[in-house]
């Protein structure tokens, strides 16, 4: 008889760096945590559904597999450089062919870059031959620098490396530019009260803006209404909670904010075309920990 796994939560990962605990970076290869693993070192499989409480980049190095990325597939190892920012829910797709530079860092030690915005949605740049090289130096630049004896500038220029290798890899990016004052200010409150409420009202008013002026700047910087972004947001964290949680519908509505689990069906399926069962369902088969139990 198949054995029963249930799924309770995402599983929510602070950012801990055991020998360095106030550098805010850590720097090491996929194919060390593949090791871990296999040792049993880790206490939980890599396929179990992560939430980082830090941003991950990935600096590919050999290999072509892959990363599921808030049920999403995407690249991972050579010509890739893969982007976690903090708080999507990512999953390893274990393939010991694949290796790549891996650099943890604290959300405080790095601002503003576009690819570390939660509403950046490509979480992958390929990289020509010239820029990959780069980056690879970079990354081993900070993996080396990291393992130099502490002193007061290590800190500062570990960030400063982190930062040249985002900005190199925003050369690569067209058409997107990370959103900025009242924008910005409305991306970090739909992170903090998307769960409680979807009035755009609320939103307005928190990032110190005219409903239509935020309007405005949201369909210029995403060509989405403010109601589309806050909706697609919602039905993000409905997608997490169905597939990686055993909660019911009812519990689903309790915990997102819907009054009946009737209006959280119907809000669910006409953005998704599916009731929430079904995507469940659908979606559990797909991923590597569905398979996997």
């Known amino acids: 008889m198949a054995r029963t796994i249930r799924r309770e939560q995402i ?3 602070p950012f801990r760096h055991g020998a360095r605990p106030n550098l805010g970076v850590e720097a090491f290869r996929l194919s060390e945590l593949y090791a871990r693993a296999d040792r049993a070192e880790l206490d939980h499989a890599l396929e179990t559904p992560q939430r980082p409480e830090f941003h991950t980049l990935y600096v590919g190095l050999r290999g072509q597999g892959r990363l599921v990325v808030d049920f999403t597939p995407v690249p991972l190892g050579a010509r890739w450089l893969t982007v976690v920012a903090r ?3 990512q999953q390893f797709v274990p393939d010991r062919g694949v290796d790549a530079w891996m650099i943890l860092v604290e959300p405080a030690t790095i601002v503003g870059s576009s ?3 939660p509403s950046w949605p490509e ?3 390929e990289l020509p031959a010239a820029d990959r090289k780069e980056l ?3 990354a081993e630049q900070i993996a080396a620098e990291q393992s130099r004896p502490p002193d007061r500038v290590q800190s500062p220029l570990l960030a400063t490396l982190v930062s040249a290798l985002l900005l190199r890899a925003e ?10 004052g009242p924008l910005q200010q409305f991306f970090t409150i739909l992170e ?7 009035s755009v009202a609320h939103y307005a008013k928190h990032a110190a803006i005219s409903p239509r002026r935020l309007g405005e700047l949201l369909l210029a910087h995403t060509g989405k209404s403010t109601k589309q972004v806050i909706d697609e947001r919602v039905v993000l964290e409905c997608k997490r909670l169905l597939v990686h949680t055993d909660l019911t519908v009812k ?5 997102t904010g819907f009054a009946e689990p009737t209006n959280l069906v119907k809000f669910f399926r006409h953005h998704t075309q599916q009731t929430p069962l079904a995507f469940r369902a659908a979606t559990r088969t797909f991923l590597p920990s569905g398979r996997r139990s």
């Open 251 to 255: 519990q689903l509505a309790d915990r």
């Open 171 to 180: 050369r690569l990016q067209t058409g997107w530019t990370v959103p900025d």
């Open 87 to 89: 708080g999507r829910v």
């Open 123 to 125: 979480p992958a740049i």
């Open 115 to 117: 690819l570390l915005a």
């Open 11 to 13: 599983r929510e990962l």
């Open 192 to 198: 903090r009260d998307h769960l409680r409420t979807r």
């Open 136 to 138: 690879i130096a970079l």
